[in-house]
């Protein structure tokens, strides 16, 4: 008997037989069948490979891997990470959970508000600057919403420090004046090394009584005020909420500070806004959940390695990064959730950049070069400035024209047609076919960035459910750490003798 799985790949095999540009020909209902309207955002999947057949072998798939039981579990806070044991309670922190994590997140919540009412307050003093310090979850998150919303007069001067190479403390340091910094160190674990590493250099740095201004976020209280933190100053949040998932709680204290409480309750609200969506919609019309079959159509199926994304507005130039985390940690994994080995691909190979940019650099090899990469474009229809004239209008232009080249590209025949000879016009052929998606906003402001995120949260989590893996855990960052650390120890064991000579080189 096929396996659905199969029955997807036959259904892929087809979809590949026809160009994409005639597909619109093909399927008079493509362009409203594969867009969406949610959140005030619009996401266009058509120009794309998924078709009717390919959906269909999709929606057979999630019947038979209970996809929607799983969707059940983590958003009423049943177990999803077994290896960890535990639930994935990131969406109670914006109110759909299990009671128990949605009561604790409010409580933690209002503990955040007293400290920044605090904070707001001069308890801490004239506080000008804040030295956010994490790595991981505990940084790309804030830092992303801070650099995309942050008003033309920022509330305070906030500097993000997450590299163990202290030159990023450093840098940091050089902006603030030391007796108006306040340090908020988030780290779920408080004993990351980086982080605890910077944090005592910062505190070093700051003077004496630096540490009365420490704040620390973190699911280990009792590691923080063992390491000296105020217990006054400690926001905890739930062991359940993963480290990539942790922006919603007391992680984004710094963000809360920088953009003003409204805002930090606008970016929850519109995350919890696609949270419904993503819990109740029809699968057909749920925007996570065909984002992530094309996502697993292109790398687990077509086998694409890569999945690139570019942001055609300055304020998310750091969304590439979070996503890199994000699907990255969360599905690059090589065993299924009962530790089996996986028989096709995980997490392509996140990257991208900005937009105008990037054209200027690697779309060269997007439109000519070998490889398939499947590249989502993000645009935002009111400008993020004030500058006016044209920069908007062409910065939209080019977003959808690079779209356009890459499906349609450029035949042979036209590059003659254009007096090329022969050699020339091979150079000047696009081969197109190429597939993109596109997600068009209709502001960029704290509700719209909420719910994008918490669109790739959850269409990262479909990705992990039907490739039957568990999305929650990161066990493949431990080995690295392991030998870093025996190495640190002068434990060089069974060190191949590149590493020896190298160590010996830098002194170690
Ligand atoms: O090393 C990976 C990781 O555990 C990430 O998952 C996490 O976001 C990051 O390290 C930071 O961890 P912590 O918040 O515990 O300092």
Redesign the pocket.
Known sequence: MKTEWQAVEEAAQAAQASALVSKFDEEKSRLQRLTFDVADMHFDLSRTHLDIGVVDAFLALAKQTDFQGLRARLLSGDTVNPTEGRAASHTAERGMGAEADVHAADEARRQMRALYDRIEGGAFGDVRHIIHI???????GPALVIDALLPKEPRYDVQIVSNIDARALERALMHVDRTRTLIVT???????L??MMNTESALKALGQDAKSRLIAV???PDKATEFGVDAANVLPFAETV???Y?LWTG?GLAAALALGWEEYEALLSGAAAMDRHFADADLTENVPFVAACMDLLYASVIGAETRAVFAYDERLALLPPFLQ?LET?SNGKRVDRDGETLERGSAPVVWGGVGTDAQHAVFQMLHQGTHLIPTEFLAVKEPGHSIGGDHHAQLLANCIAQGAALLRGRSFEEAKAKGADDALAHAKTFPGDKPSSTILLDRLDARTLGALLSFYEHRTFAFGALLGINSFD?MG??LG?DVARAIADGDLGDLDPSSRDLLTRVGL
């Open positions: 994490g790595i991981g979850g505990s940084f790309l988030a780290s779920k674990s408080f004993t990351t980086e982080t973190t699911a280990a993963g480290g990539r942790s992680v985390q940690e990161q960052v431990e750490k």
